[in-house]
């Protein structure tokens, strides 16, 4: 079972979430420079280019020594989802209306993001982790709303991101810290996998493959 080094008695703000690939990262990046560049852009603090992914759900803070049995349970449930393509839409405010919080990018396949949220729900609660009670609305964060002010989000000339496909889940660790939040990869986890072995199902995130992120930098 992988382990992840912390101390006895320890916590780990985490969340588990589809990583966005380069070409699609950079495509982001690029509406977010042309929405930042419009009135009201300076409104939104606009995610760092490395930052963005798809919250499939988030733990908040977990036991160090539950995080074993967490992977262990994702690995399987990812690995009876099939894999599927990830298309991106325009950018909108969400939520709707005057609650809106952030810019986000809707996705679709809709069904399948759902299936599979779903069966990280299933995971969490496996391993004791209270029931989420929001409902799954899957998008892609591109900026937060630091108040009501808002730049217009249609007619963009830059090119929309690319589809990709999807074949694994992701397990963050995240941290607060003065600069923002740091993401590190603990744990990928690979879908349409059934009957891979335990050791398949899971493989340790490390710094050399995806470094730290800081959520506070500009785009």
Same mark, same amino acid.
Do not use: N, W, Y
């Given at each position: 079972m992988m382990s992840f080094g912390r101390k006895q008695g320890a916590v780990v703000r985490s969340f588990v979430a589809i990583a966005v690939p380069e070409p699609v990262r950079v495509a982001c990046a690029a509406q977010a420079v042309e929405l930042a560049g419009r009135p009201a852009g300076d409104a939104v603090r606009w995610v760092h280019t490395g930052n963005y992914h798809v919250t499939l759900r988030f733990f908040g803070n977990v036991d160090a020594e539950r995080l074993p049995?967490?992977?262990?349970? =994702? !690995?399987?449930?990812?690995?009876?989802?099939?894999? #599927? @393509?990830?298309?991106? !839409?325009?950018?909108?405010? #969400?939520?709707?209306g005057r609650r809106a919080?952030?810019?986000?990018?809707? =996705?679709?396949?809709?069904?399948?993001?759902?299936?599979?949220?779903?069966?990280?729900?299933?995971?969490?609660?496996?391993?004791? =982790?209270?029931? @989420?009670?929001?409902?799954?609305?899957?998008?892609?964060?591109? !900026?937060?709303?630091r108040n009501r002010r808002l730049p217009r989000l249609d007619g963009l000339h830059t090119p929309p991101p690319p589809p990709w496909p999807v074949r694994e889940i992701v397990l963050y660790r995240s941290d607060l810290e003065r600069a923002g939040a740091r993401y590190t990869p603990l744990a990928h986890c690979p879908?349409?996998?059934? !009957?891979?072995?335990?050791?398949? =199902?899971?493989?340790?995130?490390?710094?050399?493959?995806?470094?730290?992120? #800081? @959520?506070?930098?500009?785009?």
């Open positions: 049995e967490l992977v262990s349970e =994702l !690995g399987r449930a990812a690995a009876a989802v099939p894999a #599927f @393509e990830l298309s991106l !839409g325009p950018p909108h405010p #969400f939520p709707p919080k952030v810019v986000a990018l809707s =996705l679709q396949p809709e069904a399948q993001l759902l299936a599979l949220a779903e069966e990280m729900e299933r995971a969490a609660q496996a391993v004791g =982790l209270e029931p @989420e009670t929001r409902r799954f609305h899957a998008h892609l964060t591109l !900026g937060r709303i879908l349409d996998a059934v !009957g891979a072995s335990p050791e398949a =199902l899971a493989r340790p995130g490390t710094m050399e493959l995806e470094p730290p992120r #800081f @959520e506070s930098d500009s785009p």
